[in-house]
Antibody, heavy 117, light 110 residues
Framework: EVQLVESGGGLVTPGGSLRLSCAASGFTFSSYSMKWVRQAPGKGLEWVSSISSSSKNIFYADSVKGRFTISRDNAKNSLYLQMNTLRVEDTAVYYC??????????WGQGTLVTVSS | QSVLTQPPSASGTPGQRVTISCSGSSSNIGRNTVNWYQQVPGTAPKLLIYTNNQRPSGVPDRFSGSKSGTSASLAISGLQSEDEADYYCAAWDDSLNGYVFGTGTKVTVL
């Protein structure tokens, strides 16, 4: 069974940093691209970043480019999102998702990031 | 901000057919396949339709998808109470070099 478990969310002040992790199991992690998608409270889904299986291809939404860094460790079956210079508008539930082709098929349960003073 | 436009809400009585539209552009729906997600509030999104009209294993055949030009649609036939949820279309956008989601449609079963 495919499982994705996010962790690392919490409360952080504006300008601060946070590192999210996503532990994958139930599939060959190294064979799949992965994405981070977020959802602000009461709002819709917003794609944040994508990384290919070998980390060769990485993409970011303009809203996070230069502040967030996606990475993965295939030996540890883990996906990461380093978030720096956080803003109030980055407050959201962050989901990691497995990718087939260009679309997410399985999603984790999400981890809440709150940016507030 | 979303680049794919959906109606904010749709509703129907049990057994009715409900259709949700998704309008995009030549850089996203016009060139790439469309996927649909169902999200019950408080839970993670679930893949409902992929590659325009394909259903993952376990998704009832009441759900169907289609695409024409720069628009797509999701149809729910034989609406059931458990179909109350938010629905999002999504596609890769070649101009943005990113994956874009629709604005979302809340389906209510009356």
């Amino acid at each position: 069974e495919v499982q994705l478990v996010e962790s690392g969310g919490g409360l952080v002040t504006p300008g601060g940093s946070l590192r999210l992790s996503c532990a994958a199991s139930g599939f060959t992690f190294s064979s799949y691209s992965m994405k981070w998608v977020r959802q602000a409270p009461g709002k819709g889904l917003e794609w944040v970043s994508s990384i290919s299986s070998s980390s060769k291809n990485i993409f970011y939404a303009d809203s996070v480019k230069g502040r967030f860094t996606i990475s993965r460790d295939n030996a540890k079956n883990s996906l990461y999102l380093q978030m720096n210079t956080l803003r109030v508008e980055d407050t959201a539930v962050y989901y990691c998702a497995r990718v087939i082709g260009d679309y997410p098929d399985y999603w984790g349960q999400g981890t809440l990031v709150t940016v507030s003073s | 901000q979303s680049v794919l436009t959906q109606p904010p809400s749709a509703s129907g009585t049990p057994g009715q057919r409900v259709t949700i539209s998704c309008s995009g552009s030549s850089s996203n729906i016009g060139r790439n396949t469309v996927n649909w997600y169902q999200q019950v509030p408080g839970t993670a999104p679930k893949l409902l339709i992929y590659t325009n009209n394909q259903r993952p294993s376990g998704v009832p055949d009441r759900f169907s998808g289609s695409k024409s030009g720069t628009s797509a649609s999701l149809a729910i036939s034989g609406l059931q109470s458990e179909d109350e949820a938010d629905y999002y279309c999504a596609a890769w956008d070649d101009s943005l070099n990113g994956y874009v989601f629709g604005t979302g449609t809340k389906v209510t079963v009356l």
